[in-house]
């Protein structure tokens, strides 16, 4: 990879890029235009448009489209691929979220499609293991993967075209191969040292199965195949949605799991149900924002913006450091709640309305500072709420029904657990689990865990404007309110806004793990390209300032064009392309 490119991916410190290249000031203005910077220009299409982090799975989603398949039809069939070209970050090992604003009732849907735990695996299991956390890896963090029932809930409701036709292409491409792109090439040498002790990862991730006693990943432009998984998907195009949950595919990873120490089993496969939801919103200067609730964390990105809602960022700038510090002490408060609230609402029922009000933004932006960085951040109490590395893409169609939608496996490659003959990975979103009582994101049989993935969308009078997301685990709804904040306050374009510096506060109150409480103020991430004055005035307010490696996330999005068509963006620091027809 070339110096720059690792650069504007944040995979390089700031002490190495600096000899390098020169770090770009985040007001800088492009040499041309005079804009702020982009990578790439707008991409504009009258018809229909796709944006996801793979070119390959860009078209197929608008040859899907040209050949009489709806957006929900594409994306279904680009995330089958994504599942099978960008292994590093999805597949139907794991789960899927998604938004889709239907043109026929004007209106938007949302799909929970992520799994629970499995039933028969307790608290009281990993305390007597001595566990004070579920570990990353191997048979105790797989829940059940929700990917192929939200593949089939969202074709029953939208779709136009069989679903064989739709799993055609990732079939196709996982018998013939595909060559490997830079970043996932990357991500996937990454990870098979950390996986490959898991039963079936080597023989199924790694190049030749390592048969030949070396085991690597393939290589930037060296051809993969995964005759595995086109078997599964086979098998999934010729059975419906049962050939995965309740027919030999099932009774496989069960006696996988049997063999392997797990705990997932054919029962919990052939119980699973996604469900359809209520996207959620608030209104940011006449923009209304959309998430889904809880069990996911979509919510907190409306926190943020009703918190930033108060001040005049456009009068601050980009890049200054009221910007900068605002944000942060907003996403700290944002993320107590998250810590506190956020659970599977069938075990622990969040105060939706409330937390994303605008009278409880206003009690709780009390608590920023303009001149101080927060040390320690309390959640709101019940009292005050008293009701008294994942993909991400999206797709529009010529009959304007736009899709956001957001899959992954969790921790990358997942769990590294891997049926053989499968050609998948199982999720390790189970690891989002709180292995203590009495806390709403505790472990139980059957539950749903804390879920980092979550799609996003923004309508303007009633009307679609902006089908997005950006994925990366704590990152996502830090960069959901970034990109709204990008166009709305700031006036960039839709690829200025994902290419624009990002910034990612770590350390807050986890509702994971430990959950371990925020009492140093945590860590302040600044992405190459803030201008030094402002870090400088950053740390004297009191904020531990970094500049981390790459993580920054992911970006797609599409626009409706008011002149007629759509707008596409996808993101720089990855592997994917934006195009229509």
């Known amino acids: 990879m070339s110096a720059a ?6 995979l390089l410190a700031t002490a190495a890029a600096a000899a390098l290249v020169t770090a770009i000031p985040a007001a800088a ?13 707008e991409v504009y ?26 957006a929900v039809d594409a994306a279904i069939a680009a995330n089958a691929a994504l599942g099978l070209m960008e292994p590093t970050g999805n597949g139907v090992g794991g789960d899927l979220f998604a938004i889709v604003w239907d043109p026929k009732t004007k209106k938007l849907h949302g799909y929970n499609g992520s799994g629970r735990s499995p039933k028969s695996l307790t ?15 191997g048979p ?39 060559p490997v792109h830079e970043v996932i090439a990357y991500y ?3 990870s098979v040292p950390r996986l490959s002790k898991w039963p079936g990862f080597a023989e199924q991730f790694t190049v030749d199965g390592g048969a030949k006693g070396e085991r690597r990943a393939p290589r930037r432009g060296e051809t993969w195949k995964n005759p595995n998984l086109a078997n599964t998907l086979q098998a999934i195009a010729d059975g419906g949605r049962d050939a995965f949950y309740r027919g030999e595919i099932a009774r496989s990873i069960d006696a996988y799991f049997k063999a392997n120490d797990g705990f997932l089993s054919y029962e919990d496969l052939a119980t699973h149900a996604g469900e359809w939801v209520e996207p959620v919103s608030t209104n940011y200067r006449g923009y209304d924002v959309w998430e889904l609730p809880p069990n996911g964390q979509g919510i907190a990105a409306l926190q943020i913006l009703n918190l930033l809602e108060p001040y005049d960022l456009k009068r601050y700038g980009f890049g200054s450091v009221e910007h900068v510090h ?11 709640d998250r810590a506190r609230w956020y659970a599977d609402p069938a075990f622990a029922k969040a105060p939706v309305q409330k937390l994303i009000g605008k009278p409880y933004a206003r009690q709780r932006g009390k608590l920023i500072s303009m001149d101080k960085a927060a040390r320690e951040v309390q959640p709101a109490t019940p009292a005050e709420l008293d009701e008294g590395d994942t993909i991400y893409m999206t797709v529009a169609d010529a009959d304007g029904m736009m899709v956001s939608l957001i899959q992954s496996n969790y921790r990358g490659m997942g769990s590294g657990m891997a049926p053989p003959g499968l ?3 199982f999720q390790d979103r189970g690891e989002q689990f709180v292995l203590k009582e009495n806390h709403p994101n505790s472990f139980a049989p059957g539950k749903r865990p804390f879920h980092t993935i979550i799609p996003a969308f923004v309508t303007k009078a009633g009307k679609p404007w902006l089908s997005f997301g950006l994925m990366g685990g704590a990152m996502q709804p830090q960069g959901h309110a970034q990109i709204v904040m990008n166009l709305v306050d700031f006036g960039m374009n839709l690829q200025e806004a994902g290419d624009a510096p990002r910034i990612q506060h770590d350390g807050s109150t986890e509702p994971a793990g430990q959950a371990t409480v925020m009492s140093d103020g945590g860590e302040l991430d600044l992405e190459t390209g803030f201008d030094y004055e402002t870090v400088r005035a950053l740390m004297r307010k009191g904020h531990s300032v970094r500049y981390a490696d790459g993580p920054y996330g992911g970006y797609q999005a599409i626009m409706v064009n008011p002149h007629g068509g759509y707008i596409g963006a996808s993101e720089s620091r990855k592997d994917g392309q934006a195009a229509g027809y």
């Open 123 to 137: 608290l009281a299991e990993f305390q007597r293991r001595g566990l004070t956390d579920i570990p990353a890896h």
């Open 188 to 190: 996937w040498n990454a």
């Open 5 to 10: 490119f690792l650069i504007r991916c944040g």
């Open 140 to 178: 105790l963090p797989v829940t059940v993967p929700g990917t192929v029932d939200a593949w089939f809930a969202l074709h029953g409701k939208f779709g136009r075209k069989p679903m064989a036709d739709n799993l055609a292409p990732a079939i196709r491409y996982a018998r013939e191969g595909h």
């Open 29 to 41: 203005a492009d040499r041309v235009t005079g804009k702020p910077f982009a990578t790439r220009s």
């Open 326 to 336: 605002l944000f942060t002490e907003a996403k700290k408060l944002a993320f107590a």
């Open 423 to 425: 050609g998948f990975i």
């Open 45 to 70: 299409a009258p018809h229909a448009m796709a944006a996801t982090s793979h070119p390959l799975a860009t078209q197929i989603a608008l040859d899907v489209m040209q050949a009489g398949g709806s």
